[in-house]
């Protein structure tokens, strides 16, 4: 007779942006991990090798295959918002509608997510957050979410501006 399956992990509680403390199974927890104030932090794979950064986070380069030394690396926020749909059918755990699309960051990464918050458009910076990506009976999934950002970086740098004043 085959073994119960184990128990879901359950972690830490982790807090949501609205504050609420939320125990569950976390979405790849390699890739990602909670900061302060509900926010969150996504985390890639950076190869010593080829220098590829990978997201979600992997044992092996997908570009040139190595599997040693692959560090962990904090992606830098905020995204800007390269793509976004609204999805209008729910799902088992999913209330529809909700947003979905995709989110560029630094170092060439671009990463599909959920929308929450706010709405937000193409080209719009978004921070990450932690949300309840999907209901289930035992505990929800957890994961990263893309919401419009509270403080976005300015879209020229600054040092590019031209000089005011003497
Ligand atoms: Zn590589």
Redesign the pocket.
């Known amino acids: 007779m085959a073994e119960p399956s184990p128990p879901v992990r359950s972690p830490e509680p982790v807090r949501l942006p609205d504050g609420r403390e939320v125990r569950g199974r976390p979405l790849l927890p390699d890739s990602w991990r909670p900061l302060a104030a509900g926010r969150c932090e996504l985390l890639a794979t950076r190869?010593p090798?080829?220098?590829?950064l990978t997201f979600p986070a992997a044992q092996i380069?997908p570009?040139?295959?190595?599997r040693d030394a692959l560090t962990a690396e904090a992606v830098p926020g905020p995204g800007t918002v390269y793509a976004i749909s609204t999805v209008r059918t729910s799902e088992p755990g999913i209330e529809a509608p909700y947003r979905i699309g995709y989110a560029d960051f630094a170092g060439g990464l671009r990463i599909c997510g959920r929308f929450t918050g706010p709405e937000v458009d193409v080209n719009e910076a978004v921070d990450v957050v932690v949300a309840v990506l999907r209901e289930e009976p035992e505990a929800p999934l957890l994961g990263w979410a893309f919401r419009k950002a509270a403080f976005p970086e300015p879209a020229i740098p600054e040092a590019a501006l031209p000089k005011t004043g003497a």
Do not use: E, G, K, L
């Not at 090798?49 to 590829?52: G, H, M, Q, S, V």
């Not at 570009?63 to 190595?66: F, G, K, S, T, V």
């Open positions: 190869c090798r080829c220098a590829a380069c570009r040139c295959w190595n």
